[in-house]
Every structure is written in structure tokens, then in C-alpha cells.
T-cell receptor
Framework: AQTVTQSQPEMSVQEAETVTLSCTYD???????LFWYKQPPSRQMILVIR??????QNATENRFSVNFQKAAKSFSLKISDSQLGDAAMYFC???????????????FGKGTKLTVNP | EAGVAQSPRYKIIEKRQSVAFWCNPI?????LYWYQQILGQGPKLLIQ????????DSQLPKDRFSAERLKGVDSTLKIQPAKLEDSAVYLC???????????????FGQGTRLTVV
């Protein structure tokens, strides 16, 4: 079974600075997707960024980028120019790319609480 | 565009009582998911529907939890009887994905916070 580990329960960053959130995962599959989700106090999970395992190029979405190291099974999120609105819980998630079973469940880590200080 | 709608937002019940949650996915989304998020943890999939059929319910405690998606649109999740450890946020999500298609993005609702006392 796949597992996702986030080793940083809490992180803090100064406004306008850069912060990196860590994530490692364990799988025997070669093709899969990795995600970072943001969960503000409203509880709604919001997709921040997605990476396909077969792509070597790291995904980027505006101020958010990832460092995907497939051999090391590492998937960190970098937030540049941090803003007060970035404060939230951040979850790393894994999803199999296999279409044979049809199951597309997301396997989540325990999350990292990000605080942004003004 | 309307998002995933869930109700109620909050629910407090006593143990051994019953409770039901409702979810209306984004129009046209074939896949619907129910996740359980216990405080301090990431969400865990309870059940996945493809249209009105169950694709994955391997982590659903079937002795007390049930879910249905009649007509392949909205869905209800029921707990009967509730236990203290069922206190959690119940998140509903939906996606366009159909069998054979490339996986698409899942959209989440705001969840229902259940407290069992």
C-alpha cells in the first residue's frame, strides 16, 4: 500500500520570504500522480499543484513550485514571496495512475500547518 | 460555476444515534468520493462512486456506515449507530473522470464537521 509522510507538523515564514514543505512517499508503482492541496479554516481542499511521475520537469504554478525527486521518492513544495493568504494546512497526496482498477483514491499525508508572519 | 455542495456544515449527536450527510457534486461529474478527516490527520477515502456504481469501498466500516448515489448525481452518507471515534470532518469530492479517461482534477466541498458526544 502507498504511504505519504510529511515530517513537518508546523512551519512558519515571514511575509515575502520563501518556504519549503517536505513530503516523502512510498510506492512500488512506476506511474502515478502527486499533489499538494491547501486547506484553509473553511475546510475546503484546494488543489495547489500537480505532478505526473513520468514527467521529469518540475511543475510550477505562479509562486508555487515543486522539487520532484522520483528515485528518492521525495516531493517538496516551495512557496515563493509568501503572502498572508498562504497560511493554511498543506497536504501532500498520492494517486495511482492505473486505470485497471478504476479506483482513484487520494492517499494523503498528515499535513503541515503553515503560518505566515507579517 | 457551482462547486460541490454539502450539508449540513455542522452536526452534533450523541453516541448510538444516527446521522446522514448529503452531497451534490459538480454537474456532469461522473466520479464522487467521500473522505473522512479525523482531527490532526489527512483525509482518508471511505467510498468512491463511478456514476451510481461503487468502485472502491474497501475502507468503509460497513457495519455502521452506508452510502448511496441514486441516479448517479447526489449522494448520502449515513452512520448508524455513531461512535465517539466517528467525530471527524466528512468531505465530499467529485471529478469528471470516467473509466479510460486521463485522471482529472478532484474538487472538494467544504465538508461536514461531525461531533459525537
Amino acid at each position: 500500500a502507498q504511504t505519504v509522510t510529511q515530517s513537518q507538523p508546523e512551519m512558519s515564514v515571514q511575509e515575502a520570504e520563501t518556504v519549503t514543505l517536505s513530503c516523502t512517499y512510498d510506492t512500488s508503482e512506476s506511474d502515478y500522480y502527486l499533489f499538494w492541496y491547501k486547506q484553509p479554516p473553511s475546510r475546503q481542499m484546494i488543489l495547489v499543484i500537480r505532478q505526473e511521475a513520468y514527467k521529469q520537469q518540475n511543475a510550477t504554478e505562479n509562486r508555487f513550485s515543486v522539487n520532484f525527486q522520483k528515485a528518492a521518492k521525495s516531493f517538496s513544495l516551495k512557496i515563493s514571496d509568501s503572502q498572508l493568504g498562504d497560511a493554511a494546512m498543506y497536504f501532500c497526496a498520492y494517486r495511482s495512475a492505473s486505470l485497471t482498477s478504476g479506483s482513484e483514491k487520494l492517499v494523503f499525508g498528515k499535513g503541515t500547518k503553515l503560518t505566515v508572519n507579517p | 460555476e457551482a462547486g460541490v455542495a454539502q450539508s449540513p456544515r455542522y452536526k452534533i449527536i450523541e453516541k448510538r444515534q444516527s446521522v446522514a450527510f448529503w452531497c451534490n457534486p459538480i454537474s456532469g461529474h461522473a466520479t464522487l468520493y467521500w473522505y473522512q478527516q479525523i482531527l490532526g490527520q489527512g483525509p482518508k477515502l471511505l467510498i468512491q462512486f463511478q456514476n451510481n456504481g461503487v468502485v472502491d469501498d474497501s475502507q468503509l466500516p460497513k457495519d455502521r456506515f452506508s452510502a448511496e448515489r441514486l441516479k448517479g448525481v447526489d449522494s448520502t452518507l449515513k452512520i448508524q449507530p455513531a461512535k465517539l471515534e466517528d467525530s471527524a470532518v466528512y468531505l465530499c469530492a467529485s471529478s469528471l473522470t470516467d473509466r479510460g479517461m486521463v485522471s482529472s482534477k478532484a474538487f472538494f466541498g467544504q465538508g461536514t464537521r461531525l461531533t459525537v458526544v
